[in-house]
């Protein structure tokens, strides 16, 4: 059974730094893609970024590019969200997820990805 936990999530003011962490087990990270995805209140969940299966490919979105680093530890079975400069419009619950696929065109989407994690909040405040 495939089970992914999130943490690493809590209240930052403005500026700050946080390092979210996603556990995985019941699957292998050298074949699947991992990625995070985040959910403000009454907005759509929306793709933040994602690394491919073998590691040489990462994604981010425009809004996290240059603050926020996806990054992977294969023995510790573990992907980590790096964020810097955070803004309160990175207020969201952040969930990660693994896909079976690779390439921007489904690592990019909700639907390219075939487990995820309960989500954990992040707040930033200003």
């Known amino acids: 059974q495939v089970q992914l936990v999130d943490s690493g999530g809590g209240l930052v003011q403005a500026g700050g730094s946080l390092r979210l962490s996603c556990a995985a087990s019941g699957l292998t990270f050298g074949t699947h893609s991992l990625g995070w995805f985040r959910q403000a209140p009454g907005k759509e969940r929306e793709f933040v970024a994602a690394?491919?299966?073998?590691?040489?490919?990462?994604y981010s979105a425009d809004s996290v590019t240059g603050r926020f680093t996806i990054s992977r530890d294969i023995a510790k079975n573990t992907v980590y969200l790096h964020m810097d400069s955070l803004k309160p419009e990175d207020t969201a619950v952040y969930y990660c997820?693994?896909?079976?696929?690779?390439?921007?065109?489904?690592?990019?989407?909700?639907?390219?990805?075939?487990?995820w994690g309960q989500g954990t909040q992040v707040t930033v405040s200003s």
């Open positions: 690394v491919s299966w073998n590691g040489g490919d990462t």
């Open positions: 997820a693994a896909s079976r696929y690779s390439g921007s065109y489904y690592l990019g989407r909700q639907s390219g990805y075939h487990y």
